[in-house]
């Protein structure tokens, strides 16, 4: 699913910071008033990165941490001027976050965390009872808490998200709302910055209606709402689209523009998911047919609707491209081209997480057998491999690494201007009793 963040013409943008202005001025004395927000509020250090008021490539109201409003607005803006789209990854445990914001600091460069329902059950617990998704309420908002938390700590800016979420699954995105409302009193910002609401299933009418809704009540704190149309074919977290008719896979740019007229009135903070091809998983070469030329055409339908209030570069809408693991790099980059703004990763993290977990299995497999005994001897103990941080520590380097690929491919290397980080000290390693993972 290309994913269509109908970006602001220019005058748009303008009002847009005014009326954020009016919202947020009595809350927060200034654009990066919440910088450390989330370190000083635990009282953790905030030293150094983390307490950066800007970056030197970015806009000025881009700061270290979770984004919503204007800064977020502003980022994605100067990804489509700038020809880069950020890479957005689905995460199922802080093990998976701590990896994505270890990447988004090496390759310098922000990231767009997420949750799906099922993700964020399983970061709540299986255990734990489901009912009404309560399970997943808390789930996401736990991982919420440790993104703020963490992403200051990386000294990069984030975007807290959540993925498809379907109309059965609609009490799910009710129960982060009210988090958020809560978080807005007391901090004057969500406590996440965007929410996709996935009714492509629906008819058209009842998908839009049901989105201005929820654009009524996100819009009013800054937050972003994406929604859908057409189908991602595949099949991810428990929703299988392998049998779709092919016709679904394709957007119109007449339903693009159908959705632009009926949401902007209420907000300009919405993206649109415009299907081009896109599936969810990895295939066989062949089997999967991207027409991002799909998205050059809906710019350019759409451009000539808006007539002067068109932006000058003929581009209206930020894409968003999701599916995007096992694409060719040639139509990744040509889908930038025509303005998206990000990818979706998720089947790709998964595996290099796994093959992290399966490369250090096979190097010590011999040490992993018993609790005692191997190759060194037969009373020799094995606790420094057994521990779970080592298998752990290397399937969150594995995904680092992948990670630093989809940066390469995506043109966001180097976009925050603050260089290479300097090497982390104090750690767990092989002098210490841990192994070179």
Known sequence: MAVATIAIASKNVRAFSVALNKVFVPVKSSLNSNV?????????????????????????????????????????????TKGYAIPAVNCVTSSSINACLEAARKNDAPIIIQFSSGGSQFYGGKSLDNTNYAAAIAGAVSGAFHVRTMAEQYGVPVILHTDHCAKKLLPWIDG?????????????EPLFSSHMIDLSEEPIE????ICKDYLKR?????????????ITGGEEDGVNNEDVDIEDLYSKPEEIYQVYEELSPISPLFTIA????????????????????????????????????????????????????????????????YGVVKMNIDTDTQWSYWSGI??????????????????????KPNKKHYDPRECIRSA??????????????????????????????????????????
Not at 51 to 79: I, W
Not at 218 to 230: D, F, K, N, V, Y
Request: hydrophobic fraction near 35%; aromatic fraction near 6%; proline fraction near 6%.
């Open 274 to 337: 415009a299907a081009f091809g896109n599936v969810h998983g990895v295939y066989s070469p062949g089997n999967v047919r991207l027409e991002p030329k799909i998205l050059s055409r809906a710019q350019a339908y759409i451009s000539d609707k808006l007539g002067n209030n068109a932006p000058a570069d003929k581009k209206p809408v930020m894409f968003v491209f999701h599916g995007g693991s096992g694409s060719d790099v040639s139509d990744i980059q040509e889908a930038i081209g």
């Open 36 to 80: 450390g927000g989330m370190s000083d509020e635990l009282g953790i250090p905030c030293e150094e990165e983390c307490a950066l008021e800007a970056y030197p490539n970015l806009p000025a109201s881009v700061h270290p941490g979770v984004l919503s409003g204007q800064a977020m607005l502003d980022l994605l803006e100067d990804a489509k």
């Open 358 to 379: 399966k490369k250090f299995e096979a190097e010590y497999h011999d040490y992993l057998q018993t609790q005692i005994g191997n190759p060194e001897g037969p009373e």
């Open 218 to 230: 996100m819009s009013t704190m800054g937050m972003i709402l994406e929604m859908e149309l057409g």
């Open 206 to 209: 009842e998908n839009i209606d």
């Open 396 to 437: 969150e380097v594995s995904t680092v690494e992948r990670l630093e690929q989809c940066y390469a491919d995506l043109k966001c290397q180097n976009v925050l201007g603050l260089g290479a980080p300097s090497k982390a000290e104090n750690i767990l390693g092989p002098r210490r009793g841990g192994l070179p993972v």
């Open 176 to 188: 982060l709302l009210d988090a958020s409302e809560r978080y807005f009193k007391k901090h004057g």
